[in-house]
């Protein structure tokens, strides 16, 4: 257990005057203005300015606030666990690696980097790593997100190019969505969609997800697709577009090729491999077809996939057949997860790239590279992807292994593997802002991070716009910047002169540079119109989309053609339909997909500390269709055991029709410190593309059966515990925590068994309780001078209390209904929060609909205020009002809370 009071800082010597920078989280990379207000904390608004979300924010970013405070930061180096000086840490690590290499070569080391860098961190990273070390083994966590785009792209184009614009979703006739829960994973993004869609009443959106999201809701049609079914879909619309003359004869005679051996594959192909009835074919190839300004959104249920980057080419070979990119309105729009994913690939954090988009495998990209940087070393074959990486480390080939701003332990696929694989390789470095994550307990030398709101440099966006991010709070503790560690470690293994940078702007300056280099070598990539900026003007740089040379500012790419190709030519691919890896069978009979929580951002180490975005979804589920459910005996918000042939995990179910029969749905957030039986890569299966290297992490399979568990439990406290039942889930809650819990054995003494599970032995904390041992039901709260500090709730089944009213009365004199675990009849129960902005609950706003008889989102914010700040929380608010009106008697939409929300 941890009581103990987060350090604070004060920041005195930060004026306090408004810094514009970029949000941290999603690709679509909102400007952001932050205030320091003087006792170290921020404010944050939108930036009006920012051509991403010109002003706009979505719940994450409106809450940047509560998440950078120093609770749970790693303040100085730690050596097998003691703290230690930066000297002490930096030689070892330096002497580790180079002893690695010294006796086992240089690919005996490896980093393991992530899309949550700064474009400056990670050139530094790269340049170490390939240019010096002499190793390709640089590999990020762009593996498990783009690398299937990229693939995709440079499969086509010849380079990894984005070629549209955010303003072609305004200038649409039709936007697709392809496996893209675009309204909680790019909130600002689907909310200019909205507000186009308001606008241009003739907007058509198709929502191609075998999952019914927040995002489908926005969707005129919903393609609840095969898992994998997305190739044969696209084929189809290859075929209809040449059969209907819908195909650009001129822009394909003049610019592409392989248009004949793409059509015969794809005629081939048997429609109804997407899983989809002719009639939803039908509707969507005519509507395809049928409008000249499509744009394609694609995102993970693409990527993610054993057939990743055939679905990326898939969709690309009908965008090129039509001509039907890098014109206004219209291309295909790969979104990026992480806010530098772009730039990660752009610096050549993957593998097998180098800077610049210059490719390592070249001879020619390679030696201008190794001029460029006086390197000493250059690898010529690709280094180890993400997969084969911890496979390395697993099988001790990797000696060193240096992971910076990534948490594989739970992220990756069979990660109950990767955690052994880390603990068990000789040498681990973490670098993280926290010392508390799965991955950091593993480090043999921890290394503390500045992070967002303390550092500088540059990242890309998904539509390539380059923007600051800026620090405006001072380092705390002995925290370092990354690239600063990194040049560091470069100069004590005797690279100091290369590594000798005093800013992230002479980082930038030396990168653009090379940029012009590449751009000479017939590269997308080049910014060297930016590489003799000052230090004022990159302090001062505004948003600008790349490419920006002598002669070109930005803009599309490829409506002309010029392709990067030898003959400038894009090429269409013949690819064929190939089902997920993992085929259901008697005994691992479900489909397992995984994805994100509107509110939460990855193994949650910032948005975890947020009180508002840990209302939203308080623990992890397993979304189940009601007639699985009733088959495996699996009751609403009982708890299910998951198992699969890598691991297993305990989830609360949500049953619902949003999912197809025979397959789940689960998120990827919860981790060791959070729910550590809910995290969810554990029962991952370590499967790739075969041209990527990307996991499939949607389509894994499982065996599932009901938990049963002796006791359920609710339980608020002060204090940070860690219950140590079978089943835990913990959130924060504004003061303390609140907990899910699940326990396979009856105690004997409850009051004793609560105490133990909160740390609460002193006799001077009274206990109140009402205790049915018959039942196997119990209700105890912990009274330290009649204020609450802990309760605990539990009963033989799911246990229905107000989580939201016993969260507001921790802390607090408790009043006689406590152990009621609702309020009294004069206070209404608000229920589970829906706006994370305003905290409104959802029977607040099932309430107003009833009674004031409201009609539309607007109307819901006006009168609740409900939706009105960022907006994140409106498909919600649609859903809500959609199922008062077909079920008047209070049955409100179906989503996640409602399992956990027992009436
Ligand atoms: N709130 C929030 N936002 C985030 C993040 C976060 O952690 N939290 N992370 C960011 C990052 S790094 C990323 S990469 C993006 C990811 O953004 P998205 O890709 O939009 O999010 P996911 O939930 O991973 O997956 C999207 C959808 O793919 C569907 N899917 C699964 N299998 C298939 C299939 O075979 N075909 C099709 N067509 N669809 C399928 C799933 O049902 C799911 O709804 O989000 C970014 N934004
Ligand atoms: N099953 C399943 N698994 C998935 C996915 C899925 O959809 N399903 N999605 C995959 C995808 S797309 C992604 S992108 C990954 C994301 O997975 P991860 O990258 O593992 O997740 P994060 O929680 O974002 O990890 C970032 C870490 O960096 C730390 N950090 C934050 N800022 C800084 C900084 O400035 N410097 C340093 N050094 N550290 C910092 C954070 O505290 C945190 O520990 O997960 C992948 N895994
Ligand atoms: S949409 Fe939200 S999470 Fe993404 S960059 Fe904008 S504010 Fe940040
Ligand atoms: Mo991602």
């Not at 800077?355 to 990209?365: G, I, Q, S, T, Y």
């Not at 998120?667 to 290297?693: K, N």
Request: hydrophobic fraction near 40%; aromatic fraction near 6%.
């Amino acid at each position: 257990m941890d009581g103990s009071a987060a350090p604070s800082r004060t920041d005195p010597a930060v004026a306090r005057t408004t810094v514009r920078t970029t949000c941290p989280y999603c690709g679509v990379g909102c400007g952001i203005r932050a205030t320091p207000t003087g006792d170290g904390g921020l404010t944050v608004a939108g930036d009006s300015d920012h051509p991403a979300n010109l002003g706009r924010l979505c719940s994450k970013g409106s809450a940047l606030a509560e998440t950078t405070d120093l609770e749970n930061r790693l303040l100085a180096p730690r050596i097998d666990g003691r703290e230690a000086g930066w000297d002490e840490a930096l030689d070892l690590v330096a002497e580790r690696f180079r002893e690695a290499i010294d006796r086992h070569g240089p690919d005996s080391v490896a980093f393991y980097v992530s899309g949550q860098l700064l474009t400056e961190d990670y050139y530094v990273a790269n340049k170490l790593m390939k240019g010096f070390i002499g190793s390709a083994n640089i590999d990020t966590n762009s593996r498990l997100c783009m690398a299937s785009s990229v693939a995709g792209h440079r499969r086509a184009f010849g380079t990894d190019t984005v070629p549209g614009l955010y303003e072609d979703l305004e200038q649409a006739e039709l936007i697709v969505l392809v496996g893209s829960n675009l309204a909680w994973c790019h909130p600002v993004l689907f909310q200019r969609i909205a507000a186009a869609r308001k606008a241009n009443p003739a907007l058509r959106i198709i929502n191609i997800d075998p999952r019914r999201t927040a995002t489908s809701d926005i969707a005129d049609l919903h393609l609840a697709i095969a898992p994998g079914g997305d190739v044969a879909l696209w084929n189809a619309l290859l075929a209809h577009l040449a059969d209907t003359g819908a195909v650009n004869d001129s822009y394909v005679a003049a610019h592409v090729g392989g248009f004949q051996a793409a059509l015969d594959a794809a005629r081939d192909t048997d429609p109804a491999l997407s899983g989809l009835s002719p009639e939803e074919i039908a509707e969507f190839l005519a509507l395809w077809s049928g409008t000249e300004k499509v744009v394609t959104i694609y995102s993970q249920g693409v990527n993610q996939s054993s057939a990743g980057t055939d679905k990326v080419n898939a969709i690309l070979n009908c965008h090129l057949a039509t001509g039907r990119i890098g014109r206004p309105g219209m291309g295909p729009f790969s979104v990026t997860g992480q806010p530098n994913a772009m730039g990660g690939r752009e610096v050549g954090g993957l593998a097998n790239m180098l800077a610049c988009h210059l490719d390592l495998e070249n001879a020619e990209h390679r030696a201008a590279v190794r001029a460029f940087w006086d390197a000493p070393a250059m690898p010529e074959a690709p280094g180890l992807k993400a997969v084969d990486m911890f496979r390395a480390v697993a099988d001790g080939r990797i000696k060193a292994l240096w992971i910076i701003c990534t948490n594989p332990a739970v992220s990756m696929p069979d990660a109950d593997a990767v955690r052994d694989a880390i603990a068990g390789c000789a040498f681990t470095v973490v670098s993280d802002i926290t010392g508390q994550t799965d991955t950091a307990r593993l480090a043999d030398v921890l290394l503390p991070a500045t992070g967002w709101a303390e550092k500088d440099g540059t990242v890309t966006n998904s539509e390539r716009c380059i923007s600051r991010q800026r620090g405006l709070l001072s380092a705390p503790g002995q925290a370092r910047h990354d690239w600063q560690i990194l040049a560091d470690v470069a100069a004590r293994m005797g690279w100091a002169q290369a590594f000798d940078y005093a800013s992230p702007a002479e980082i930038f300056r030396e990168y653009a540079a090379l940029s012009g280099i590449a751009g000479q070598l017939g590269r997308d990539f080049d910014i060297s119109a930016k590489a003799s900026l000052t230090d004022a003007e990159y302090e001062g740089l505004e948003p600008f989309h790349w490419p920006r040379t002598a002669s070109r500012s930005g803009g599309r790419f490829f409506a002309e053609g010029d392709f990067f190709t030898g003959d400038r030519r894009a090429q269409m691919l013949p690819v064929s339909h190939r089902p997920p890896q993992s085929r259901p069978d008697a005994e691992f009979p479900f489909v397992l997909n995984t994805g994100r929580v509107r509110d939460h951002w990855h193994t949650m180490t910032r948005t975890g500390k947020s009180p508002r975005l840990s209302q939203h979804i308080g623990e992890p589920f397993l979304e189940v269709h009601p007639e699985d459910a009733a088959r495996l005996g699996l009751a609403p918000a009982s708890v299910a055991e998951v198992t699969s042939r890598h691991g297993s995990a305990l989830l609360r179910v949500l049953i619902t029709d949003r999912v197809r029969k025979g397959e789940v749905f689960a998120p990827m957030h919860w981790t060791g410190e959070t729910a550590p039986s809910g995290r969810i890569d554990a029962l991952v299966a370590p499967q790739t593309d075969p041209v990527s290297g990307q996991p499939e992490s949607k389509a894994s399979v499982v065996a599932i059966r009901p938990m049963a568990p002796a006791w359920h439990g609710f339980a608020v406290s002060l204090s940070r515990i860690a219950p140590g039942t079978a089943y835990w889930a913990r959130a924060r809650i504004r003061g303390g925590w609140r907990m899910e819990l699940a326990s396979r054995s009856l105690p004997g003494d409850w009051e004793a068994e609560a105490r133990r599970l909160f740390g609460l032995e002193s006799p001077g904390i009274e206990a109140v309780s009402m205790i049915d041992p018959a039942r196997g039901a119990a209700r105890i709260a912990f009274l330290e001078q009649g204020r609450l500090v802990a309760a605990l709730f539990a009963d033989s089944g799911p246990v229905g209390v107000s989580r939201s009213y016993l969260a507001g009365e921790l802390g607090q004199t408790a009043t006689a209904e406590i152990l009621s675990g609702r309020p009294g009849a004069e206070r209404p129960d608000p229920g589970a929060t829906v706006c994370a902005c305003f905290d409104v609950g959802v029977n607040t706003i099932l309430a107003a609909i009833r009674d004031q008889g409201l009609r539309s989102v607007e109307q819901i914010g006006f009168a609740l205020q409900a939706g009105s700040n960022c907006g994140s929380c409106k498909p919600e608010l649609q859903a809500l009002l959609d199922s008062s009106a077909a079920a008047p008697a209070t049955q409100p939409a179906d989503l996640p809370k409602r399992a956990f929300v027992l009436p």
